[in-house]
């Protein structure tokens, strides 16, 4: 049962693990009191330890897919719609999958028939009759073969073919094929005839007629004892085959056993056994049947194995037994889940046991769930399996779906969407937030800014306004203009950002020659504190041209309020100290100058302008 | 389960740990030769090395990474009686390269008496072509301890940037980075002094109003005069101050290991903590009426399930994602997996040891706990496939319990 890591000697050290998503680090270690330094060679291996297997199957991810489908569909069904696996083509979607799956068939159509149709007395046998030719298809091949030789009465395979056919009770095609053999017989016609008739009268149930049960009953037994006389004045004694075929019809129990290479499994004998003795079978009778059948037709030679005692629990009607055998002996949650789900729709669960039928159902959901989980596209899947898990399904897709890594933007806007339909702030915050950090790391500034402002988180979106307008400074270009453009009223998220927002719209204004309103916007975003102080210089500067233009622009209170930001932005400041700082002081005393230049000339013009309007 | 591949980790010593990112893309390993390293997921599923530089002047004890919200961070804790927080400088050029990242020492040192001191630090891995070392950051070093340090946590994000450590003279201490867009400043927030030497500690992830900051505290001291091995300390609204809340008295042997479960919404928290046995604790918290009003919780301690198939000491314990599998490692050489059922019975789901060496039997049962009600447990985990062969009739391997038909009473009607 032990999972062998290569390469370790578990007696001389230790096994160190940790959990990743869906698998399990396992790596040499030694776990001893501190300090201790080993000089040994330790072995230099970090094993990726695989817990579910079968998610990386291709063909099983087609079936994962495939139930998936139906699971939601069955969620969303109304709940006084019956629901039958015929109707909604479960059987033949679930099936028709390899070899691996065709246990899980088996035994998913035996609870179809047992659990969910529920057949009475009557089609019940018929449903089991199906159950068993679907299982047992390789009649049909060597029919095939024999059918399509040259001289298919001849063929060595004819006498199993029939046989075969008579087991799965299918006299029609048993009859056609003996008509093969009468034709190459004359000599033994009436035999032949004989045994047609018995074939042809045999009564077949019908649900759907008008005839009862116990009607039924009287006919079959007169059947039953008509070929019984057959038996008994050698009417086939002549004819081994058609001797032992009569013998099958009257349900003779050592021949049945002799046919074990026929029969290949003790539920199929089982089921020829009360076609030909107990056609009329109740759902109630069927387990001691069931019961006797296998351990008759095991009878020692092998010990039953798992699968056998999973179809034992379903002949008794032990739902809870069947699903706890299939979780242990099958490989994924996969079968047990949809299982259960189904037969929780079907209401059998409660009706069996009251308090934990709908925890049994969510458990196994939640553990397939889970287990998509890991896998890199199926996640997406395991996401409406939490949906209809009421109790856990959304912490467990909280606690999973914040770990889905979040490669590109693509899949993270994948994963935000899943979130945000469910309202899980949290996990949409925080989403946004290591997207606004990634970005930020590449230098991709607008991708930050959009990223932390779906986040509404403040700090971040104060420091990335913070990036634009150094960029800004150094550049004196923006990058990313049409997010920034748009803001609307994400920039009210932090005050460099309205600032970064407003400061932008100034530069619109002035581009688009809307002069009068870009000087007003400009002056106010230093009068409202918007700018940050170690920006006025930049803003006054940007002041400029706009005093230096043919046309008054500041009025004359606008100058002065400008002058007065001018003022405090020059009172206090410390002299220079390096050789470096003081260039640039240079630079900036210029500056200065210029502007008071141009601000004292243009509180001139306005003043001399606003005068001539009064007057 | 299978191993799914083998990856060569090139440490020259022992390995101590291995810690995987929040999304599982990333790992470091810490070891004995003093260094630590950054592994990438590719594409293909491949692990490629992108870092790898000396760390302490001591074995690495362990390693772990913040949340990813906080940029790429790590912590480790060595010998050499520091903790160190790196974070990883992503240069102009480097982005989309397979190259060597680069990583750098934010804070060091175990200790703070508020001296802080800081100065430009270069970190240049051996691998690194030498232009990425033109960065300068700084470092910032803090008083050292006088003893190992033996565990290094981030605390749940909701908390902020925080990072706490325990050390062999018996105090755990919690810095926090007030600034998280200036990761090179910390300052010492907590210092708990718990009296018996630590040897490891774990955050309760819950991020409920309800359930204010909680740090188990475990510890290795093998005397047995003071009982209680495992500390609960509670962050105190009105004090500002981390308060024990609990001491889980029963526990009276050293202890390795503890780790908090994710609280999935509940009220009540579960510890799992490495000892002689593995052990997982409920904490229920009572209600204030039961408790001062204004002192830390009350809780209801109880034991949901104790394993001792280590037979000996038990290591280290972890939980998966949503806590449905707990792992524990043990001086048997073997890593455990332990499962509930939906009745919340706990077995043994899975072992995992080294081919070197057998281990003699099945593994045993959770001792005190058996269950007679089905117990779905995951056929995979037992190690053989049993649909993979590809026949029906190959349903093995045949489980325990299954191995006989059940015997009725009732004969044939036949």
Same mark, same amino acid.
């Given at each position: 049962m032990a999972e062998l890591i290569p390469g370790i000697d578990s007696s001389q050290r230790h096994l160190g693990f940790v959990w990743g998503p869906g698998d399990l680090l396992a790596y040499e270690t030694q776990y001893k009191p501190?300090?201790?330094?080993?000089?040994a060679q330790s072995c230099p291996f970090v094993h990726v330890v695989r817990?579910?297997?079968?998610?990386?199957?291709p063909i099983l991810r087609k079936l994962f897919n495939e139930s998936h489908h139906i699971f939601v569909g069955l969620q969303n069904m109304?709940?006084?719609?019956p629901i039958s696996t015929r109707d909604t083509a479960l059987a033949t979607q679930y099936g028709n999958?390899?070899?691996?799956?065709l246990a899980v068939e088996l035994i998913w159509n035996l609870c179809e028939v047992l659990?969910?149709?529920?057949?009475?007395?009557?089609?019940l046998l018929l449903h089991l009759l199906d159950w068993v030719r679907l299982h047992k298809a390789d009649v049909d091949e060597k029919a095939q073969e024999v059918l399509q030789s040259e001289c298919p009465a001849e063929h060595q395979a004819y006498w199993d073919v029939t046989v075969c056919y008579i087991l799965q009770g299918r006299i029609d095609e048993a009859r056609q094929i003996l008509l093969k053999q009468a034709s190459q017989q004359p000599a033994a016609r009436v035999t032949f005839k004989l045994m047609d008739s018995l074939l042809m009268k045999m009564p077949i149930y019908n649900p759907?007629?008008?005839?009862?049960l116990t009607e039924f009953d009287v006919k079959w037994r007169r059947w039953h004892q008509e070929c019984d006389r057959c038996l008994q004045d050698n009417s086939f004694a002549s004819h081994p085959h058609l001797e032992l075929i009569c013998k099958i019809l009257v349900g003779d129990e050592d021949t049945l056993l002799e046919q074990r290479e026929h029969l290949s499994t003790w539920y199929h004998f089982l089921v020829t056994r009360l076609l030909y003795c107990?056609?009329? =079978?109740?759902p109630t009778e069927l387990h001691y049947y069931a019961q006797a059948s296998m351990d008759m037709f095991l009878d020692g030679r092998s010990a039953p194995e798992p699968l056998d005692s999973i179809l034992l629990a379903a002949f008794e009607f032990d739902i809870h037994q069947v699903i706890k055998d299939c979780s242990i002996a099958l490989n994924n949650w996969w079968f047990v889940a949809h299982l259960t789900d189904l037969l929780d729709h079907c209401k059998l669960l409660q009706s069996h046991n009251l308090h934990f039928g709908s925890n049994l159902r969510e458990f196994l959901l939640l553990e397939y769930a889970s287990g998509l989980f890991t896998h890199h596209s199926l996640w997406q899947l395991a996401v409406d399996y939490f949906d209809h898990c009421p109790e856990f399904g959304r912490v467990y897709l909280e606690l999973q779906i914040e770990r =889905?890594?979040?490669?590109?933007e693509r899949k993270a806007l994948k994963v935000l969407r899943i979130c945000e339909q469910r309202q899980m702030a949290e996990q949409v915050r925080s989403i946004c937030k290591i997207m606004a950090k990634k970005a930020l790391r590449n230098n991709r500034l607008g991708s930050a800014l959009s990223w932390s402002i779906r986040a509404k988180d403040a700090a971040f979106a104060t420091l990335i306004s913070e990036r634009f307008l150094q960029d800004y400074c150094t550049h004196g270009t923006f990058s990313d203009l049409d997010l920034i453009d748009n803001l609307g009223s994400a920039m009210l998220l932090s005050d460099r950002l309205t600032f970064l927002g407003k400061y932008r719209e100034f530069h619109k204004l002035y581009a688009e020659k809307q002069f009068a309103e870009a000087a007003r916007l400009l002056l106010s975003l230093m009068t409202a504190k918007i700018a940050p102080r170690s920006f006025w210089m930049t803003l006054l500067t940007d002041a400029l041209p706009l005093l230096e233009q043919?046309?008054?622009?500041?009025?004359a209170d606008q100058t002065y309020e400008l002058m007065h930001c001018l003022e405090e932005l020059t009172t206090g400041k410390v002299a220079p100290e390096t050789e470096l700082s003081m260039q640039e002081d240079n630079i900036e005393a210029t500056k200065i100058e210029l502007l008071r230049l141009a601000l004292a000339r243009n509180l001139a013009l306005a003043i001399v302008k606003e005068g001539t309007l009064e007057a | 389960m299978f191993v799914a591949r083998s990856i060569?980790?090139?440490?020259?010593d022992l390995i101590h740990d291995v810690s995987f990112d929040f999304h599982g893309r990333r790992m470091a390993t810490s070891s004995s030769d003093q260094s630590v390293k950054v592994w990438d997921k590719s594409e293909d599923g491949e692990w490629h090395c992108t870092a790898s530089w000396?760390?302490?002047?001591?074995?690495?004890?362990r390693v772990t990474w913040a949340h990813p919200e906080f940029g790429q961070v790590l912590a480790s804790c060595s010998f050499d009686r520091t903790a160190a927080i790196w974070e990883e400088l992503v240069g102009e050029s480097n982005d989309k390269q397979r190259g060597q990242r680069h990583w750098v020492r934010l804070a060091a040192g175990m200790?703070?008496?508020?001296h802080i001191e800081s100065q430009p630090f270069l970190v240049c891995p051996a691998?690194?072509?030498?232009?990425?070392?033109?960065l300068q950051v700084k470092r910032t070093t803090l008083v050292d301890s006088?003893?190992?340090?033996?565990d290094v946590k981030f605390a749940p994000k909701h908390m902020g940037l925080v990072v706490t450590t325990c050390s062999a003279d018996g105090v755990v201490r919690i810095y926090e980075a007030p600034d998280v867009m200036n990761l090179s400043q910390w300052s010492l927030q907590h210092e708990i002094s718990c009296k018996l030497s630590c040897s490891c500690i774990s955050w309760n992830p819950s991020s409920s109003r309800a359930h204010p900051p909680m740090i188990a505290v475990g510890s290795?001291?093998?005397?047995?005069?003071?009982?209680?091995k495992v500390q609960i300390y509670e962050y105190n609204e009105n004090t500002r101050k981390y308060a024990k809340?609990?001491?889980?008295?029963?526990?009276?042997d050293p202890v390795h290991d503890v780790s908090f479960a994710p609280?999935?919404?509940?009220?009540f928290h579960v510890l799992a903590v490495a000892s002689k046995d593995v052990r997982i604790f409920k904490l229920i918290p009572l209600s204030r009426k039961e408790s001062i009003p204004t002192g830390p919780t009350r809780f209801e301690v109880q034991v949901v399930a104790q394993f001792d198939s280590h037979n000996s000491q038990v290591w280290r314990v972890s939980w998966n994602i949503t806590s449905t599998l707990l792992a524990s490692s043990g001086d048997d050489g073997c890593v455990r997996l332990w499962k509930a059922n939906y009745m919340d019975n706990w077995k043994c789901t899975g072992v995992l040891k080294g081919d070197g060496s057998l281990v003699n039997g099945a593994p045993s049962q959770a001792s005190s706990l058996s269950s007679s009600v089905g117990t779905p447990t995951q056929?995979?985990?037992?190690?053989?496939?049993?649909?993979?062969?590809?026949?029906?009739?190959?349903?093995?391997?045949?489980?325990p319990g299954l191995q006989s038909p059940k015997i009725h009473q009732h004969t044939a009607y036949y």
């Open positions: 501190t300090g201790a330094q080993h000089a817990k579910d297997e079968d998610i990386y199957s109304k709940d006084d719609v999958q390899v070899s691996i799956l659990f969910i149709e529920a057949a009475p007395a009557g089609s759907g007629g008008t005839q009862t107990h056609p009329t =079978v109740k =889905v890594p979040l490669d590109t043919k046309q008054v622009i500041f009025s | 060569a980790a090139e440490h020259k000396k760390t302490h002047s001591g074995s690495v004890w200790k703070s008496l508020g691998s690194v072509p030498s232009f990425f070392c033109a006088r003893t190992s340090v033996t290795d001291d093998s005397s047995t005069t003071y009982s209680g809340a609990e001491t889980l008295t029963t526990v009276t609280n999935l919404g509940r009220s056929g995979s985990l037992n190690g053989t496939s049993a649909g993979r062969t590809g026949t029906r009739t190959s349903f093995s391997p045949p489980m």
